[in-house]
């Protein structure tokens, strides 16, 4: 299978584009297409060099409430040796251009497009591009919650390319998941996954569940069922669903629809605020 990851480019929409667009933000869902990615919503970030984000998550009331995502810019010879500034977050990245070399003690990873690694709470990581051209990649935050009787998940680093698809049930291989952790796994409390749909395949009802979503497009086009709307999606778009907002999928083709998709797990509801 040959798979293809969008990466933004940042620039600036000219004057004679129309103003109408796809951008949509509702109490259960938004939309962020490909085309909001432009320079002058690009954010930097204490302790990074040569380096650019575009924020598309973060926890904020009425919005996103377990995660934050950033689509990171690293330009040759950027990187951080301080990257993650809190030690209770775990995070996942995941290289859609370019190379990355990521360094725990002890271990160093060149990642490439397709490549995922996962950084558990308190990993003293660092990050440089040591390519030629600009690196790009997810980066996925998450305050870790423990669970009495479980440690922590030691760091996990891997590829696309080098994982099967799971078919999901009756479905003839149309929908399929690429997993990088175990389901069962009782010691991660988050999933980053992706999720193909052959042309004409569909998620073929409407999915409402207590899991918040992320949900990208790497490659493709497709039509969105959030909340009571029909939305067109495709590659370079971003998609925020609140637990419970109903969703199903149509993929239109000519080619795969393909995501790469954030969801919390394998906890209980919290009560109350502490």
């Not at 302790?47 to 009331?61: D, Y």
């Not at 949900?215 to 590659?235: F, H, I, P, S, T």
Request: net charge negative; charged share 25%.
């Amino acid at each position: 299978m040959t798979r293809t990851y969008y990466a933004p480019h940042g620039g600036l929409p000219p004057q004679t584009d129309l103003i109408t667009d796809r951008a949509v933000f509702t109490e259960a869902y938004a939309v962020i297409p490909k085309r909001e990615f432009s320079d002058i919503v690009a954010s930097f970030l204490p302790h990074w060099e040569k380096t650019r984000a575009w924020v598309i998550a973060r926890p904020l009331s009425g919005f996103a409430e377990t995660f934050s995502q950033y689509v990171m810019e690293v330009q040759p010879g950027g990187g951080s040796d301080r990257p993650e500034p809190d030690s209770e977050a775990e995070g996942v990245l995941f290289v859609v251009e370019g190379e990355l070399t990521v360094t725990l003690p002890g271990m160093t990873n060149r990642l490439t497009p397709g490549g995922y690694a996962f950084l558990p709470p308190g990993a003293r990581w660092t990050v440089r591009n040591d390519g030629k051209a600009a690196a790009r990649f997810h980066w996925i935050r998450k305050a870790y919650e423990a669970a009495e009787g479980i440690e922590a998940p030691e760091a996990i680093f891997a590829n696309e390319n080098d994982i099967a698809p799971n078919a999901m049930p009756d479905t003839g291989g149309c929908w399929a998941t690429t997993r990088f952790v175990d389901p069962a796994d009782l010691r991660h409390d988050m999933h980053v996954t992706i999720v193909t749909l052959e042309p004409g395949g569909v998620i073929p009802f409407p999915e409402t569940h207590v899991m918040e979503h992320g949900l990208y497009v790497l490659e493709g086009k497709a039509v969105y069922r959030l909340n009571g709307d029909w939305v067109e999606v495709e590659a370079g778009d971003f998609m925020w669903l609140r637990a419970f907002c109903p969703q199903a999928c149509y993929a239109g083709g000519p080619g795969r629809f393909r995501y790469l998709l954030y969801k919390d797990v394998n906890r209980h509801m919290k009560l109350w605020k502490r």
